[in-house]
Structure formats: structure tokens, C-alpha cells
């Protein structure tokens, strides 16, 4: 019997056929089968939402069969996000749905935290009891003491329901954790961040440049769209990563660099392009300031400096340096998204701002468009009274850059022990499963273990839930009404999501827990509106749209006030810098104590016997927060760990065997991991996807399937200048037996 | 009319958004796949290349499935697409040895089941859900009798490979390399 249930088959040229991946599930039979030839109806009941997969929110349209189940999701045409086009998640999106262990009903704990036994409760004993631990940590230590964690949708509606509660401490993980060192490296560059769709012109750029980003492993939908389109047209792909990736392999230039050394290489370009001619003068002379000082920085960083350090060959180094100046300025040296890797990240994405300035490339055709947003009135709501005080009050003078909140410095000041200026007594977590998103999980859990409450909002009974006094279900996105969509892009734009389904089972809308919360917290006044339908329908309808247009349409696309998407020639332009300027060398960052041009700084290496530990994306999960969802474990049902086969060769590894990984710390992987011996991961590193390793049985289909890459990681290099969490400077050996208890 | 496919290996990703769209798009149960990803990396570190497919049945002008049947199930219709008529397939499983491409499985509700290039879309002028859900547009897909359909104008601009060209079987599924 051939094995068809291989849906990824993965082949190495001379070693025969080795598969993986290929879950089984067994009973979960989640569609209604109609009989042969139903699915030719034409479903003229299709309803607008957009994703709620991941961030990317590509708008599409719900189909459902003929006895009102839902049977497919499909991209809106209209939708720049997605052109027509969802990517496997958002496809696969009808599984969270139909995810029978999803969260049924309210739950209260009834033991102490860490046996995790709960009890079902009413929606109103449950608002009650949070309610009543919320006033009195307010009473005791003032109402700053509660934190929300947030992403997705729901952020809008719990940070608005803190806000008026009296406290700003809303995080959310994807800045510390994920994209916040980029977000400030731009800011303090050209006075602007590059946002969420990014702002790349990747369709018509000509070089594009990847520094351990891997479009196409990450599915951020419209950009893997146009690196597609950028491969049609011949542009240029030149990929820094320790890993083949899927873009390497797909790119003119692969610099299979040594983990960690990226700042060296960076600086060595600018030595190139600065010391050769080959920047864009006119637009350093129009719109820079500081070259001079950049230039005498970068004299030293010639390409041999940085072989030695990042083992890349100086030729390769000249070669993909000139290619970037002969596509000036249709070139993007890529941001990145989840760039918090060493803890000199806001300096290196710096450098990656810098280098872009010199290219020419911010603001002009093929390099970062200017993005266009619409902007939809907030309905009105009593004045919120400031927070007395802020997260930057808890440890006075640390992370002056910081733009958002930082997530981990809320779960330090929740330990006593750390000495915060005010104490964190209350967390409501919302949408985020923190012990698989925040390093070092002895400390959230210690920093958990001294709360007054912990509220935890999800749709799927995730790790953090298991940690919570109440456990509130939410709804998933197919179900409910949300917030318009209004992310900036090439033309401003709405997006609807509308609910296709009733709630199962006892699960509610987020805006519905946040309005009930608040009139147990006699905060009703912030929520005026009874629900999210009508609040939206009145909003539209300032603007000359409605929700009946819109629910039809599911986005609306506006064209922009000016034609503005890149500069004009010789526009004068000016930048939210200090200087108007872009800022090349940055007297701002000076005066706070930091580095004015970013620096290299050596990081640590692997110890003998030990693996840089590196993690990524696979294209069918995001984060943990799908791991159970039945069509994407059907893709992906557990991670592997990447292994050379010179390495594997040297411990007696095989492919296809399970072993334990263990870091530098003695942490022992909870559970085991299959090997994955492959030529596309270099010597010093191993490699695994993010998001598996899942510790919560009543998760069935995710529970024990590989291994949890942050419970690896507990050496962190925290970002000075904004709190990021530096996460790539783990190392794991091999246990081929689970001898150390963990 | 010869309807055919051609999956640009250049552009592919390996995402297996095509498996879920057809997964969702034909009810295929939770388990099983009409369509997969195929990965092959050939040299060392660092002198590497990969390259990735998407694949399913190749609608073979020369069917084996079609020949072995033995209740006439499996068939070829119009436009060259290789089906089975569920109601006469007793599930032998004859079709799935006889398959070179591993492009069938057997339904647990007993006939055997397979690609069938959304033969319900195509009626309808759509793409097939794979073709149509595909991030990078790296699947074609037309009629071969057409000189200006999709697939027809990007066979003639690119080197083309099929799979297992010695099993005879003249597949309708190309790969751009």
C-alpha cells in the first residue's frame, strides 16, 4: 500500500525518497460530505471577513454548503492584501471553526495555579468574579496594577476597556517579541516606521535583499504575491541566511553567512557602495544628513574585515553590493518582521535603514512606497483620564526608545522581586499564548504565580489559558462582527468581516466580553454602542458608506488624495526626524546614551557539542496559535529539527528519529523531535519551525508533536535601547534518551 | 479541446496552500489529499539547489488507471481529464497500484478518489481551486488546442519537464524548470 497520506514529500537527489509530514488524524471528520456534485450550487449567501490568521488580514469571502455549514473561504479580488488569493492558513481557516477542542464555555479554576482544574461558570458569574479581583487590585495598589496582552482584533476592545479601567498597560508581543527593533530603527532614520502590510514595491522592484527573512516560508501573503511577480519580471534576489531557505533557492545570490555576524556584513556593503561611489548622491545630498560621519565610520569595514568575520568571500560581498547600486533605487534591502535575534537589533535594522538611504530607495518606485490609509471615525465615548502612571514608570531610565509597550518589562514588574517602582498584580491576556511566545518560561510563570488575576481570552484552550483564574471563550473571527480593517497600502481601503456563522457553543465576540466587563465595572459610558453591527453601520455611514454597501462589497478601495505613492522628482520632502532630514547618523539616539551609527558587536558562539538554535516559519502555521487547527495539521502535524549531514554523522543520527534537544542552560526539551538531516542548514546551527511542542492535552491533535522552540530559549538578549528580546543566542545538543528530568 | 497543467517551478514555494484549497474546494476528508508538495534538494552545503513542485494526477493521455478498471469507473472526459464515476467503483484499489504518480487514494467512503482539475469550476469558466488559490501564480492551467490559453503560451516560452516520461503514460501535467 503506497502511503497517501504524504502531503509533503520531501526528496534528496541520491539518498532515495524520505517523507514527512503527513499527520493523521483519526476520527476528526470535520465536513458535513454533501452528495456528489452539491458543491456545484452556486452559494449567492457569501459573506465578507477577513483573515484572522495571522496579521497580514487578507479580506475574502465565506461560502457555505447547502445546509448552512461553512465549506470554503476564498480570497476578495478587490483586496490589495490578497489580490483573490488567500494563502493555506487563511484557506485553511474553516478548521479553527470546526476545531472540536476549541473553548466551549467559560471557565473558573478551582485549584491552584498549575494543577489546572477548572470548573464551567455562567458568562455573568464569570464577569462578576473578574469584576470584583480588578477592583480590588485597583483599591489596593491603583488601577495601573492591570495589564492587558494583546493581538489581533480584540486589542481594540481590551485596551479601550483598560484605558477606561485607568491603565495603559496594554502590550502587545508582536513589538518586544517580534517586529518592534525595525519599527524604531526606521522611526529614527526617516521618521517613519515601515508598517504592517510593509510598505516594500516589491512588484516593481529590480534587487531585492533578504536578511534572514524568508518570504515564502513566512506567508505574508501580499509580499510572497510579489516577490512571485518580481521573479516573472527578472529581479534580483539575494538571500543572507545560515539556511537554504525557499527564498535562497530561489535567488541569484545565497550568502550562507555564520549566524549572528549580519551587522558585519551590512557595514561592509556601506564600505562598498560609500567608498566605490556607487550611492545615490543626489538623493544623500537632497534628503540625508550625517554622511560624512557615516563615511569616516564605514572606512574600516572593508569586505575582507567582514570575510573574517561573517565567512563570506569579499567577491561575494563586492558582487552583491554593486548589484544593489545598479538596481538604485528600485531596490529593497528588506526590514524584515520578526527581527529580535541578538539584542543589537534596533541598531542592526539601522544599518538596514541606512543602507537603504544610501540606495536611494525610501520613497521611490521598486524600493518603499508611501502608503495611503483611511481613516474612520471613532464613535463618541466620555474623555479617558491619562494613566497616572505608564509602563516606562515601573523601571525608570531603561529603554527611553521604546514606542510601544513593552510586554516584558510588564511580566518583570509583575515579580516582586525585580523591585517595580508599582507592582503588576492583574494580567488579562487576549489572543496571545505567552509561554509560547515570551522567552524564558520559568519567569512568566513565576511572574504569573505572584498575580491577584489572570484572565486568559482565546479561542483554543492554549498553554496560557491553563494558567488563568477565568477563562473567557471567545468566538472565532468566522463568527463574529470585528473592527473595520483600515491598514495602510498603495490606495486606502476598507475591509469588512461579518460573521458567517452563530457563535458555537457558549463562545461570545470579544467587543460583546468587553462590554459586559465594563458594565460590571460601571464602565459601561465606553461602550455606548450594544454591538459591533451597529457601531459599524454608524461609522460607515459618517463617511457616505453603510454596512449594507459594505457587505456587499467587502472592501471598498479609495483612490488617493494626491498622486503621491513615491517622491516626485526633486521634491522637497521633509522627515519626522529631528532634523527633517533622514538621519544618517543619529544625534538623537547620541544623546540618549546610544551608538549614533550602528556598531558590530560580537556575539557569543556555540560551545563544543553545541547548535546554534534557529527558528523560523513554515508556511502553513502561524505561531503556535494553529497547531491544532485539523486542515493545517493535515499539512504539518510536528517540526523537525534541521540537522547537517556532517553533524548528524558525527552523533550517529538518522533521519526520522526522535531525539531530545537540550541548551546551554541543562533545559530539556519537554518533548522529543524528529531529525531532519538535510545539506540546507549550515554546520554551527540547527533549525525548526516555530509553534510546536504543545504541553496541553485537551489540544489532542497538537499535544506532544515536537518540540517548543521557546522553551529553549532562556538566555535573552534584551535590546537596550527598546526592550526587544533577543532570542537567537540559544544553543541545544542531543539526548537520543531523556536523561535529565526537566 | 486538451485541458493540461503547467506548475512553474521558479515560482513555486511549497506552501500546499493548492492541498487545502482542494481539500476545502471537494470536501476531501481531514487525512487524505488530492494534490502534494514535492521538495528536491540536490548537492552540499553551500552549493545547494532546490527545486519544488505541486502535484496531483497527471491526466495521462495513456491512462493505466484508465486501462486497468475493471468497471469502467475510471474513465477519460472530455478534454482529456481522467475521472472515476463513484456509483460504479467498488474500491479494488487497481487504479492506485497501477498509478506511477501515487495520485489516488481510496475514499473511507469506498471508491477511490482523485484530482479531477475541478472539472465543476472549469464548466463554470473558473480555474481550478488550486490554479486560482495560488499565492505565487505558479499554476497554469487551459486548454492545450487554445495557442492563447495561459498554459499554452507559458509551454512555448519555458523549458518544460514532465514526470516519469518512461512509464509512457504522456502526462498532461508539466513542470516549468
Redesign the interface.
Known amino acids: 500500500m ?1 502511503n ?10 541520491g539518498a532515495g525518497a524520505l517523507a514527512i509530514g503527513g ?4 476520527a ?4 458535513s ?2 452528495a ?2 452539491a ?2 450550487k452556486v452559494d449567492l449567501t457569501r459573506t465578507s471577513t477577513y483573515c484572522e490568521i495571522c496579521f497580514w488580514k487578507c479580506a475574502g469571502w465565506v461560502y457555505k454548503n447547502a445546509d448552512g455549514t461553512i ?5 476578495n479580488e478587490e483586496d490589495q492584501h ?1 489580490n ?5 492558513r487563511g ?2 481557516g ?1 478548521g479553527m471553526y470546526y476545531d472540536e477542542d476549541r473553548l466551549k464555555t467559560p471557565l473558573i479554576r478551582v485549584k491552584e495555579r498549575g494543577q489546572q482544574v477548572f470548573r464551567e461558570a455562567s458568562w455573568d458569574e464569570a464577569f462578576e468574579y473578574i469584576a470584583s479581583r480588578m477592583k480590588t487590585i485597583s483599591n489596593r495598589y491603583g488601577p495601573e496594577s492591570m495589564a492587558l496582552f494583546t493581538h489581533g482584533s480584540g486589542s481594540s476592545y481590551f485596551s479601550s476597556l483598560l484605558k477606561a479601567f485607568g491603565s495603559a498597560n496594554s502590550a502587545e508581543p508582536s513589538y518586544a517579541q517580534c517586529r518592534g527593533p525595525r519599527d524604531e530603527a526606521f522611526m529614527w532614520t526617516f521618521g517613519e516606521e515601515v508598517y504592517s502590510p510593509e510598505v516594500t514595491d516589491i512588484r516593481d522592484t529590480k534587487c531585492l535583499v533578504l536578511i534572514g527573512s524568508h518570504i ?2 513566512n ?1 505574508h ?1 501580499g509580499q ?2 510579489e ?3 518580481a ?2 519580471k527578472g529581479a534580483t534576489i539575494i538571500t543572507v541566511d545560515p539556511r ?1 531557505s ?1 527564498a ?3 535567488s541569484k545570490f ?1 550568502l ?1 553567512i555564520k549566524p549572528s555576524t549580519d551587522m558585519a556584513l551590512l557595514l561592509a556593503w556601506m564600505h562598498e557602495i560609500v567608498f566605490n561611489e556607487n550611492y545615490d548622491k543626489k538623493y544623500v545630498e537632497q534628503y540625508c544628513s550625517g554622511f560624512e560621519q557615516l563615511k569616516a565610520h564605514v572606512r574600516e569595514f572593508t569586505p575582507e574585515w567582514a570575510y573574517g568575520i561573517t565567512t563570506l568571500a569579499p567577491d561575494m560581498i563586492r558582487k552583491t553590493a554593486k548589484e544593489m547600486a545598479d538596481a538604485s533605487p528600485a531596490v529593497i534591502v528588506h526590514p524584515g518582521r520578526h527581527v529580535t535575534w541578538y539584542g543589537d537589533d534596533t541598531q542592526r535594522i539601522r544599518a538596514v535603514a541606512i543602507l537603504n538611504a544610501l540606495l536611494g530607495s525610501w520613497g521611490r518606485r521598486g524600493g518603499f512606497y508611501r502608503p495611503s490609509k483611511k481613516t474612520v471615525p471613532g464613535y463618541p465615548v466620555p474623555e479617558f483620564k491619562p494613566a497616572s502612571k505608564t509602563w516606562q514608570d515601573l523601571f525608570p531610565g531603561t529603554y527611553s526608545v521604546a514606542s510601544g509597550v513593552v510586554s516584558n518589562v510588564l511580566i518583570d514588574a509583575s515579580i516582586p522581586d525585580n523591585k517595580p517602582a508599582y507592582p503588576i498584580k492583574g494580567w488579562i491576556v487576549n489572543g496571545t499564548n505567552l509561554i509560547n511566545t515570551i522567552p524564558d518560561q520559568a519567569n512568566t510563570l513565576k511572574a504569573i504565580q505572584n498575580l491577584d488575576l489572570m484572565v486568559a481570552i482565546d479561542t483554543m484552550p492554549m498553554e496560557i489559558t491553563g494558567w488563568a483564574d477565568v477563562i473567557l471563550p471567545e468566538c472565532t473571527y468566522l463568527e463574529r462582527f470585528d473592527i473595520l480593517r483600515v491598514s495602510p497600502h498603495r490606495k486606502p481601503a476598507l475591509a469588512l468581516r461579518a460573521p458567517a456563522s452563530d457563535p458555537l457553543y457558549d463562545s461570545k465576540p470579544g467587543y460583546w466580553i468587553a462590554r459586559e466587563l465594563s458594565k460590571k465595572l460601571g464602565l459601561a459610558a465606553y461602550f455606548p454602542v450594544g454591538n459591533q453591527e451597529d457601531l459599524l453601520d454608524w461609522q460607515l455611514k459618517q463617511f457616505g458608506s453603510s454596512l449594507e454597501e459594505m457587505k456587499r462589497l467587502g472592501v471598498k478601495t479609495y483612490e488617493r488624495e494626491a498622486d503621491d505613492l513615491y517622491f516626485a522628482p526633486d521634491e522637497m520632502t521633509s522627515f519626522a526626524t529631528d532634523s527633517g532630514k533622514i538621519e544618517l547618523y543619529s544625534a538623537a539616539l547620541e544623546q540618549m546614551g546610544f551608538d549614533p551609527l550602528p556598531k558590530y558587536t560580537p556575539h557569543e558562539e556555540p560551545p563544543e557539542g553545541f547548535y546554534r538554535l534557529i527558528y523560523g516559519r513554515a ?2 502555521h502561524t505561531f503556535s496559535r494553529t497547531a491544532n487547527n ?3 495539521t ?3 502535524d510536528e517540526n523537525s529539527v534541521w540537522i ?1 549531514p556532517k553533524v548528524a554523522k558525527a552523533w550517529g543520527l538518522s533521519n526520522d528519529q526522535y531525539i531530545w534537544l537540550q541548551n546551554q542552560d541543562g533545559i530539556v526539551s519537554e518533548f522529543s523531535i524528529k531529525v531532519r538531516i ?6 554551527d546551527s540547527v533549525y525548526m519551525v516555530h509553534g510546536f511542542g504543545h504541553a496541553r492535552k485537551q489540544m489532542k491533535r497538537c499535544f506532544g508533536r515536537g518540540v517548543s522552540d521557546t522553551q529553549l530559549i532562556t538566555r535573552v538578549m534584551t535590546d537596550p535601547l527598546m526592550g526587544g528580546t533577543g532570542m537567537r543566542g540559544n544553543f541545544v545538543t542531543f539526548l537520543t534518551e531523556k536523561t535529565v528530568a526537566s | 479541446m486538451r485541458y493540461a497543467m503547467a506548475v512553474d517551478t521558479k515560482k513555486c514555494v511549497g506552501c500546499s496552500d493548492c492541498v487545502v484549497a482542494c481539500q476545502t474546494e471537494n470536501n476531501v476528508p481531514i487525512g487524505y489529499c488530492r494534490e502534494w508538495v514535492t521538495e528536491v534538494t540536490d548537492g552540499t552545503y553551500p552549493q545547494l539547489e532546490m527545486e519544488i513542485r505541486s502535484e496531483r494526477c497527471n491526466h495521462c493521455e495513456n491512462a493505466p488507471c484508465v486501462r486497468c478498471c475493471p468497471t469502467g469507473a475510471s474513465h477519460i472526459a472530455e478534454g482529456g481529464i481522467v475521472l472515476v464515476t463513484r456509483n460504479k467503483c467498488i474500491g479494488c484499489g487497481a487504479c492506485i497500484a497501477s498509478c506511477p504518480y501515487d495520485a489516488r487514494y481510496p475514499h473511507p467512503d469506498g471508491y477511490v478518489d482523485k484530482c479531477t482539475f475541478c472539472e465543476h469550476r472549469i464548466k463554470n469558466g473558473q480555474k481550478p481551486a488550486c490554479a486560482a488559490v495560488c499565492p505565487t501564480k505558479c499554476i497554469y492551467f487551459g486548454d492545450l488546442d487554445d495557442p492563447n490559453s495561459d498554459v499554452s503560451v507559458v509551454l512555448k516560452k519555458r523549458k518544460v519537464k514532465t514526470l516519469i516520461p518512461e512509464a509512457g503514460t504522456n502526462p498532461q501535467l508539466y513542470f516549468l524548470i
Not at chain 1, 497517501?4 to 526528496?11: E, P
Not at chain 1, 476528526?28 to 465536513?31: G, L, S
Not at chain 1, 538535510?678 to 554546520?683: G, Q
Open positions: 503506497t497517501r497520506r504524504d502531503f509533503i514529500r520531501i526528496t534528496t537527489l499527520g493523521l488524524i483519526g476528526a471528520r470535520v465536513f460530505k454533501p456528489q456534485g458543491a456545484l465549506w470554503k473561504i476564498v480570497g490578497c483573490g488569493r488567500f494563502c493555506p484557506t485553511g474553516v515564502g516560508e506567508m501573503n510572497v504575491q516577490m512571485s511577480d521573479i516573472d537554504f525557499t535562497a533557492s530561489k545565497w550562507p508556511p502553513m485539523p486542515n493545517l493535515d499539512l504539518m547537517n538535510t545539506e540546507r542548514i549550515r554546520w
